[in-house]
């Protein structure tokens, strides 16, 4: 299947850093010189979600007019640290990133470290609770036992 390229990426590169700008200066009231790793991440990551709702709609507009069976299925167990790369390699807008950042003096491997040192736990998967488990050792949510015989527990197995 050929890569989504949505209406930023065909406007170019000064469309979409503008549209990081914005984020910034809209949706988290700062200015470019003000801006914190975290800050920057959060509006790259917004603007990437813009591409991603364009093509969910794009998708469900086909469903519904070809009256498309549906098979739904949802799973837990992934990785989200590297979310962001990975959405901008299947949408085909990586290296279109890339370049408008680095020609406004952003380079994308920082943003990526945001993932990995300021948000926790993220890049690895586990989230707080999981964060808790392994540290205590416990096997299961506090106050609640194994269920039956099957030695079914929550989160991350810990010896």
């Given at each position: 299947?050929?890569p989504?390229?949505?209406?930023?990426?065909?406007?170019?590169?000064?469309?979409?850093q503008?549209?990081?700008?914005?984020?910034?200066?809209?949706d988290f009231?700062?200015?470019?010189?003000?801006?914190?790793?975290r800050?920057?991440?959060?509006?790259?990551?917004?603007?990437?979600?813009?591409?991603?709702?364009?093509?969910?709609?794009?998708?469900?507009?086909?469903?519904?007019?070809?009256?498309?069976?549906?098979?739904?299925?949802?799973?837990?167990?992934?990785l989200?640290?590297?979310?962001?790369?990975?959405?901008?390699?299947n949408?085909?807008?990586?290296?279109?990133?890339?370049?408008?950042?680095?020609e406004?003096?952003?380079?994308?491997?920082?943003?990526?470290?945001?993932?990995?040192?300021?948000?926790?736990?993220?890049?690895?998967?586990?989230?707080?609770?999981?964060?808790?488990?392994?540290?205590?050792?416990?096997?299961?949510?506090p106050?609640?036992?194994?269920?039956?015989?099957?030695?079914?527990?929550?989160?991350?197995?810990?010896?």
């Amino acid at each position: 299947m050929k890569p989504l390229a949505h209406s930023m990426a065909l406007v170019g590169k000064q469309a979409l850093q503008g549209a990081v700008r914005q984020r910034l200066k809209y949706d988290f009231a700062k200015k470019w010189e003000e801006r914190s790793h975290r800050d920057l991440f959060q509006s790259v990551a917004l603007t990437v979600r813009d591409h991603l709702v364009e093509g969910l709609l794009a998708t469900e507009s086909r469903y519904l007019e070809e009256d498309a069976k549906r098979l739904y299925y949802l799973s837990i167990e992934f990785l989200i640290g590297r979310s962001l790369s990975n959405n901008l390699l299947n949408l085909g807008l990586l290296e279109i990133y890339r370049e408008a950042l680095a020609e406004i003096g952003v380079d994308f491997g920082e943003i990526e470290v945001v993932i990995m040192v300021v948000i926790p736990m993220v890049a690895t998967g586990v989230g707080d609770y999981g964060k808790q488990l392994l540290k205590r050792g416990r096997r299961g949510p506090p106050g609640k036992p194994r269920i039956g015989a099957s030695n079914w527990v929550w989160g991350p197995q810990v010896s």
